[in-house]
Nanobody
Framework: VQLQASGGGSVQAGGSLRLTCKAS???????????LTWHRQAPGKQREFVASSTGIGVADYADSVKGRFTMSRDNARKTFYLQMNDLTPEDTAVYYC?????WGRGTLVTVSS
């Protein structure tokens, strides 16, 4: 299984970004049945949970992003997303997507004040 994360970039505070994570090497039914997660790791900090989505699309979020981030999934495309709005400098981090024990390489999000 491979996970390819994309969509990171540099934005100013208050801006938005949409991260995408595409899975390959996995059959659709297995993808559909797995929870998907986003984590992030800021410079000098430990990796932390951001959001998750169950196989039926029930989402959960870290308190720090609730109301600003929205996770969704497209099972047919074996792809999931993280819509990030009202970004703050504290959201600056490398964002990682994961499925079961598989992790993508991460995509960097930089938010300037």
């Amino acid at each position: 299984v491979q996970l390819q994360a994309s969509g990171g970039g540099s934005v100013q505070a208050g801006g938005s970004l949409r991260l995408t994570c595409k899975a390959s090497g996995i059959i659709t039914s297995v993808f559909n049945g797995n929870a998907l997660t986003w984590h992030r790791q800021a410079p000098g900090k430990q990796r932390e949970f951001v959001a998750s989505s169950t196989g039926i699309g029930v989402a959960d979020y870290a308190d720090s992003v609730k109301g600003r981030f929205t996770m969704s999934r497209d099972n047919a495309r074996k792809t999931f997303y993280l819509q990030m709005n009202d970004l703050t400098p504290e959201d600056t981090a490398v964002y990682y997507c994961s499925l079961s024990n598989y992790w993508g390489r991460g995509t960097l999000v930089t938010v300037s004040s």
